[in-house]
């Protein structure tokens, strides 16, 4: 799940992080990390042969909130409510189409050849979170669309690749950038990656664009979201009345991807993997 930037949709960029509230996972605490990141992704698998014409956002959440309780856990999002934000309805998000995160399960919205939906999940497991997406085709999609997600993808594994320590967090905004613009997308610059652990969302905010070597230093032990939104047109985003909802401004796809990731003495681990 993202976290807003200033929880306001701003068309300022993000702020640098600043170190003030950064946590430092131990290795016990990582090893939760990797029992609730695992967890996670294998919640968008089970989810994934869902993912057909005609069954609704409703049962997606339904049967990740089932699937959820069964293993131990519960979702983070329900009834989350930050600072300036209503509680948040849904056990998980379901973004659909223009929708660019934050999309709220609703038994009314029934998926449809051709679209493309990104879903959040973001199981708690022994105190811990662990948070991941991905958007999937619905039946057979146009071109443009396909172009997107696996842009999208790819974005956010350059984005992984130059973690380690000593790196930048604008090391990993700028990969993003540079491949999203090469092949004709725009970055969301208001919604960013975040640090997660016992808390939803801590420091460092991870911007998914940026330059090389702006930005906070990174160090072994430290736990984000590597999560980029990439448009189809312009980045500009809209919020709508339920207080969660965002979508592009132009009413063009959006998709996204989101691992959470570890920087190891080594470089990165990938926390979300099944």
């Not at 990141?37 to 057909?52: F, R, S, T, Y």
């Not at 909130?65 to 009834?79: E, Q």
């Not at 000593?166 to 970055?187: L, M, P, W």
């Not at 975040?194 to 939803?200: K, P, S, Y």
Request: net charge neutral; with cysteine.
């Amino acid at each position: 799940m993202s976290q807003q930037n200033l929880l306001s949709l701003s068309a300022n960029a993000a702020p640098p992080p600043t170190p003030r509230g950064l946590v430092l996972l131990s290795a016990r605490e990582l090893d939760k990390m990797r029992r609730v990141g695992k967890l996670a992704a294998n919640l968008l698998h089970h989810l994934e042969p869902m993912v057909q014409p005609g069954v609704s956002t409703q049962a997606l959440n339904d049967e990740a909130a089932r699937w959820m309780k069964a293993h131990g856990a519960v979702g983070a999002t329900l009834g989350y409510a930050p600072p300036g934000y209503p509680p948040f309805p849904g056990a998980i998000c379901t973004s659909l189409n223009e929708v660019v995160c934050h999309g709220i399960p609703n038994p009314k919205q029934l998926l449809k050849n051709g679209d493309i939906i990104n879903i959040d999940v973001t199981p708690i497991l022994d105190g811990y979170h662990g948070d991941t997406s991905k958007t999937f085709l619905v039946g057979q999609v146009s071109a443009t669309a396909r172009k997107l997600v696996e842009t999208t993808q790819e974005a956010m594994l350059r984005g992984i690749a130059e973690i380690k320590p000593g790196a930048r967090i604008g090391d990993i905004g700028a990969a993003i950038q540079d491949y999203a613009e090469a092949h004709g997308f725009s970055v969301v610059r208001d919604m960013v990656g975040h640090g997660v652990g016992r808390q939803f969302h801590t420091e460092p905010q991870v911007p998914h664009y940026g330059k090389r070597g702006r930005g906070l230093k990174l160090r072994s032990g430290m736990v984000f979201t590597v999560e980029p939104m990439l448009n189809e047109g312009t980045y500009e985003l809209e919020l709508l009345s339920d207080g969660w909802t965002v979508l592009t401004k132009d009413k063009k796809l959006s998709a996204q991807f989101e691992h959470t990731v570890a920087v190891t003495k080594d470089g990165v681990e990938i926390l979300t993997l099944a």
